[in-house]
């Protein structure tokens, strides 16, 4: 059974981290830093916790608990969603602080390439070599389903100026 939608997600979320730091490091603009962090902050939410944590937590770590040998994994790996999610508070308290704003930004980039790193080297690949093939296609209309309800949450438009905005593609 093969992560290939999770995989391209981190890829997806390394990129627009990498393009989101190289824009505020060379922005002068007030304005602009604010709205390159605003913009962020939306993409922090919807794409990386509500959609992309949103699959993990919903459908593959209670899958890994039905499992005696992957059973550890998802309390660790939730453990650090959580630990995510007040970073990602952090950046949004910073608001109007620059310099506070980028360090909370590199602290929080930081850790979830550190946890990314996790999974796609240890945890994925310990799951797709040890778990039945049959559960992919169910785990697939899953994931399917939690983004598009996170699409109609947020409405297309949004999604789709989030997505635009970070200059990325997402691959299935
Ligand atoms: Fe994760
Ligand atoms: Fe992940």
């Not at 997600?9 to 604010?34: M, T």
């Not at 650090?80 to 608001?95: D, F, N, P, S």
């Not at 850790?111 to 040890?130: C, T, Y």
Request: aromatic share 8%; with cysteine.
């Amino acid at each position: 059974m093969k992560l290939t939608e999770l995989r391209n997600e981190h890829e997806v979320i390394l990129k627009v981290f990498d393009h989101v730091e190289n824009q505020l490091a060379k922005c002068r603009d007030d304005a602009l830093f604010d709205r390159i962090v605003s913009d962020f902050l939306l993409f922090a939410t919807l794409f990386i916790d509500d959609n992309h944590h949103g699959k993990e937590e919903g459908f593959l770590f209670p899958k890994l608990l039905a499992n005696a040998f992957f059973q550890d994994i998802p309390h660790v790996l939730s453990e650090e969603h959580i630990y995510g999610r007040h970073l990602v508070v952090k950046i949004k308290e910073a608001l109007g602080d620059r310099v506070v704003q980028s360090r909370e930004i590199a602290n929080y980039t930081d850790f979830m390439r550190h946890h990314i790193r996790l999974e796609n080297e240890m945890v994925f690949d310990a799951i797709e070599s040890g778990l039945d093939d049959s559960i992919a296609s169910a785990l697939s209309a899953e994931f399917a389903r939690v983004e598009s309800d996170v699409i109609r949450s947020a409405g297309p438009a949004v999604w789709e100026r989030l997505i635009q905005n970070q200059m990325v593609e997402i691959e299935k």
